[in-house]
């Protein structure tokens, strides 16, 4: 990977802090680590330990209450042009009443590109995910792993050098989500993007990324950074096989595992609500 | 399949059928009772076709539709304009719904007098502006509640591909709460048929309602059941025309429901 050139993303002491005073829940208390231009990280970590409250700092939705994110050295205070996010929830953030074309098209409109340029670009991108044949279907037409994939191609579209995917393929059965895994590892070596990404499978940290984070639980503070050395191209029967992959799997297993033990469950329904509360306002 | 057909076929036909027995039914009643009061059906339809086809059609029922579509036009426009911003903003919410509320309370008889003194007219000004008075209230709610539901997290994928918000609610925002913004006009257009009767009715020299006015005022029970079935055929017919505009443009609608309650 070419890493030179210093980092692209730079996510710095970042602290959320939902509510005030009493009410206060400390989501995030201080996150730092950066990402290099063209590297793939995962930010796994125990659930409720505000991954996706992280992810929508980085991605200009939330602002954080301390700590900043900086983009090529700028600082990120609404959602920039050059990253696309890739929600969870796909059902819920394609448009029903709109074809997967229209779906995908969304974005471009604003973009000051000709109509053949942004037909072009919504082809392309919904040919890298193999839905070409289902452009004039409607989202809800398709299964739940083929709504990923337009939700994929949307992102790619809109032609960001950073993808950010929240737990995209945390609702998808097990098959499907191998399958969308090397999808991703295919595209971002084809739309040469930076893409961080939010999971919290243990086993898809390691073997779509560079460079895993683990956080640990709320308030979150990053437990460690590791380099993940396996070889690409990736392979879902080969990768895993490896040693290498293996004792990668467990080291990240037992830091969590320990997050697990050390938390009291304080509040994963709590951080929830926070978290929802923070979009609403 | 054809069994699907079937079913639908007899459908249809039971829904022809039960009306058919109703008019059947009267006409064989009112024969029987011959109270002026109540006139044959047969005799009333064809009072109906001799008033109504087409020698008043132009003179009477051609301005109560007129009032009815203005009305009913004006009130889906502001409710629309409104209904986003407020559903939109808690802050709207809170100042404007207690003279929402206020005014959605208030009986439309209430404000018949009031309405001409005001307007200064006994004419259209006044009747589309009183039927669009009360036809806004149905669409004013249900748009604000239909933007309040919209997901958050499809405002939020607008919000991340930095939409402005003006493309937001016309991308976002206004098709996803067109469902429950069809709710609220048909609920207003049955008001609007409503507001038009009452209008013409308490002061008018034209349309459908003034003229079962007069025929009470001269006691010609005849013209005066022509008019009534008159008046609830442009409702019927009405609504019909904009469930077949709603399933043309709800078309996704249905099939998102029915794909969701599959899962």
Same mark, same amino acid.
């Given at each position: 990977?070419?890493?030179?050139?210093?980092?692209?993303?730079?996510?710095?002491?970042?602290?959320?802090?939902?509510?005030?005073?009493?009410?206060?829940?400390?989501?995030?208390?201080?996150?730092?680590?950066?990402?290099?231009?063209?590297?793939?990280?995962? $930010?796994?970590?125990?659930?409720?330990?505000?991954?996706? /409250?992280? =992810?929508?700092?980085?991605?200009?939705?939330?602002?954080?209450?301390?700590?900043?994110?900086?983009?090529?050295?700028?600082?990120?205070?609404?959602?920039?042009?050059?990253?696309?996010?890739?929600?969870?929830?796909?059902?819920?953030?394609?448009?029903?009443?709109?074809?997967?074309?229209?779906?995908v098209l969304l974005p471009l409109r604003?973009?000051?590109?000709?109509?053949?340029?942004?037909?072009?670009? $919504?082809?392309?991108?919904?040919?890298?995910?193999?839905? /070409?044949?289902?452009?004039?279907?409607?989202?809800?037409?398709?299964?739940?792993?083929?709504?990923?994939?337009?939700?994929?191609?949307?992102?790619?579209?809109?032609?960001?050098?950073?993808? =950010?995917?929240?737990?995209? #393929?945390?609702?998808?059965?097990?098959?499907?989500?191998?399958?969308?895994?090397?999808?991703?590892?295919?595209?971002?070596?084809?739309?040469?993007?930076?893409?961080?990404?939010? /999971?919290?499978?243990?086993?898809?940290?390691?073997?779509?990324?560079?460079?895993?984070?683990?956080?640990?639980?709320?308030?979150?503070?990053?437990?460690?950074?590791?380099?993940?050395?396996?070889? #690409?191209?990736?392979?879902?029967?080969?990768?895993?096989?490896?040693?290498?992959?293996?004792? =990668?799997?467990?080291?990240?297993?037992?830091?969590?595992?320990?997050?697990?033990?050390?938390?009291?469950?304080?509040?994963?329904?709590?951080?929830?609500?926070?978290?929802?509360?923070?979009?609403?306002? | 399949? %054809?069994?699907?057909?079937?079913?639908?076929?007899?459908?249809?036909?039971?829904?022809?059928?039960?009306?058919?027995?109703?008019?059947?039914?009267?006409?064989?009643?009112?024969? @029987?009772?011959?109270?002026? +009061?109540?006139?044959?059906?047969?005799?009333?339809?064809?009072?109906? @076709?001799?008033?109504?086809?087409?020698?008043?059609?132009?003179?009477?029922?051609?301005?109560?539709? %007129?009032?009815?579509?203005?009305?009913?036009?004006?009130?889906?426009?502001?409710?629309?304009?409104?209904?986003?911003?407020?559903?939109?903003?808690?802050?709207?919410?809170?100042?404007?719904?207690?003279?929402?509320?206020?005014?959605?309370? +208030?009986?439309p008889p209430a404000l018949l007098p009031?309405?001409?003194?005001?307007?200064?007219?006994?004419?259209?000004?006044?009747?589309?502006?009183?039927?669009?008075?009360?036809?806004?209230?149905?669409?004013?709610?249900?748009?604000?509640?239909?933007?309040?539901?919209?997901?958050?997290?499809?405002? &939020?994928?607008?919000?991340?591909y930095g939409m402005g918000s003006l493309?937001?609610?016309? @991308?976002?925002?206004?098709?996803?709460?067109?469902?429950?913004?069809?709710?609220?006009?048909?609920?207003?257009?049955?008001?609007?048929?409503? +507001?038009?009767?009452?209008? &013409?009715?308490?002061?008018?020299?034209?349309?459908?309602?003034?003229?079962?006015?007069?025929?009470?005022?001269?006691?010609?029970?005849?013209?005066?059941?022509?008019?009534?079935?008159?008046?609830?055929?442009?409702?019927?017919?009405?609504?019909?025309?904009?469930?077949?505009? &709603?399933? @043309?443009?709800?078309?996704?609608?249905?099939?998102?429901?029915?794909?969701?309650?599959?899962?």
């Amino acid at each position: 990977m070419s890493q030179n050139g210093g980092p692209v993303l730079e996510i710095r002491n970042l602290a959320k802090t939902y509510g005030t005073r009493a009410k206060a829940t400390r989501a995030i208390a201080d996150v730092s680590f950066s990402v290099a231009d063209r590297e793939f990280v995962c $930010v796994v970590g125990p659930s409720g330990c505000g991954k996706t /409250t992280l =992810l929508k700092c980085v991605g200009g939705l939330l602002r954080p209450s301390s700590g900043e994110v900086l983009l090529r050295g700028k600082r990120v205070t609404s959602p920039p042009e050059e990253m696309a996010l890739v929600f969870q929830e796909y059902g819920r953030s394609l448009m029903p009443w709109a074809s997967v074309r229209n779906n995908v098209l969304l974005p471009l409109r604003h973009k000051s590109l000709g109509r053949r340029e942004r037909k072009e670009l $919504v082809e392309e991108a919904l040919g890298a995910v193999g839905l /070409t044949r289902f452009i004039d279907h409607y989202p809800w037409q398709l299964s739940g792993g083929m709504q990923q994939r337009v939700a994929i191609a949307r992102a790619l579209a809109y032609q960001p050098s950073i993808l =950010l995917m929240d737990e995209p #393929f945390a609702s998808v059965d097990a098959q499907t989500r191998g399958d969308l895994e090397d999808l991703v590892l295919r595209v971002r070596e084809e739309f040469a993007v930076t893409v961080v990404f939010v /999971t919290h499978d243990i086993d898809e940290s390691v073997y779509l990324s560079d460079r895993v984070v683990v956080l640990t639980h709320a308030p979150t503070v990053v437990e460690e950074i590791i380099g993940v050395e396996l070889p #690409f191209p990736r392979d879902q029967i080969a990768t895993k096989e490896l040693p290498e992959f293996a004792h =990668l799997r467990g080291h990240v297993y037992r830091l969590i595992k320990r997050e697990l033990v050390e938390e009291s469950e304080p509040g994963e329904s709590v951080l929830a609500e926070a978290a929802q509360k923070g979009v609403r306002e | 399949m %054809t069994r699907g057909r079937a079913y639908q076929a007899s459908a249809v036909a039971a829904e022809i059928a039960v009306p058919l027995g109703i008019l059947a039914a009267w006409q064989v009643w009112t024969a @029987r009772a011959n109270d002026p +009061m109540f006139p044959r059906l047969s005799t009333i339809l064809v009072e109906f @076709r001799e008033m109504w086809l087409f020698s008043q059609f132009e003179l009477h029922v051609v301005p109560s539709l %007129t009032r009815i579509a203005a009305g009913f036009a004006i009130a889906v426009v502001i409710g629309i304009v409104l209904g986003i911003p407020l559903g939109l903003s808690r802050w709207g919410r809170l100042l404007a719904m207690p003279h929402i509320e206020w005014w959605r309370a +208030m009986p439309p008889p209430a404000l018949l007098p009031i309405s001409i003194v005001l307007l200064h007219s006994i004419g259209n000004r006044q009747k589309i502006s009183f039927i669009a008075f009360f036809c806004l209230f149905p669409i004013l709610l249900n748009t604000i509640d239909g933007v309040r539901g919209i997901d958050p997290t499809l405002l &939020e994928t607008a919000r991340s591909y930095g939409m402005g918000s003006l493309e937001r609610i016309r @991308r976002v925002v206004f098709p996803a709460a067109l469902p429950q913004i069809f709710a609220g006009m048909r609920t207003s257009l049955s008001l609007a048929v409503i +507001m038009m009767v009452l209008t &013409e009715y308490f002061s008018s020299t034209s349309g459908v309602g003034y003229v079962l006015l007069i025929s009470k005022n001269t006691f010609q029970l005849v013209p005066m059941w022509a008019a009534i079935v008159l008046i609830g055929l442009l409702g019927y017919l009405l609504n019909v025309l904009l469930l077949l505009v &709603e399933r @043309r443009v709800l078309r996704w609608h249905r099939g998102w429901r029915a794909a969701a309650a599959a899962q």
